[in-house]
């Protein structure tokens, strides 16, 4: 339950911090807990390149118990809306075994700024290339159409039109491999 402060005299809950991830960011499992009970979670991966009070934690990743509306936007192939409860600490890993670190982030709402303006960025970058592959994914298709023949169902995407990803692209595993992070620390 959501911590309640006084203000003015009348009690108000706190807001939860809320914010979007990215799809490809967020990874459902099953969680079996040792009386046999199955949970939903997902694995949330933070983007490279997203800072926290100066510190880069892309790469980092946290474990989060999945609701309905979440596994449903993960379904669907939209950004996922996380919850963080206020005034809890939001625990984020990387690695594992003896190599694992572990940050802690006190306040949920510092990480929830840092994605979101990690997501506008990548977002203003990126945004205008997107636009211009999928227009040049879709001329194929319409030439095809044009030709006098139905148009292949599997013929739809043009290899050569565009790349499939940016070099610097979150999703790329590579640029996640930050050797030179810290073993563990609050932030």
Partial sequence: MAQETI???????ERWARVNFPNKFVHPHEYTARDGRVFDKMFVSIPPGVKV???????YAFDHFAKPREIEQKANGRPVAINF??????RLFKG???????????NPWDLCRAVKAHNDEYA????????????????P????ADAG??????DTFDESAGVSYHPADPADPISMADPTASA???L
Wanted: proline fraction near 5%; charge should be negative; charged fraction near 30%.
């Fill in 124 to 139: 203003k970058v990126y945004g205008t290339a997107r636009a211009e592959t999928t227009e040049a994914v879709r001329k």
């Fill in 141 to 144: 298709v319409e030439s095809s």
């Fill in 149 to 154: 023949g139905p148009a292949d169902e599997f």
């Fill in 184 to 186: 563990g620390a609050t």
């Fill in 53 to 59: 009070n100066g510190v880069d934690v892309g790469g």
């Fill in 96 to 106: 594992i075994g003896a190599e694992r670190r572990i940050l802690e982030i006190a």
């Fill in 7 to 13: 203000q003015g005299g009348e009690r108000r809950s």
């Fill in 85 to 90: 409860r206020p005034g809890e600490p939001v």
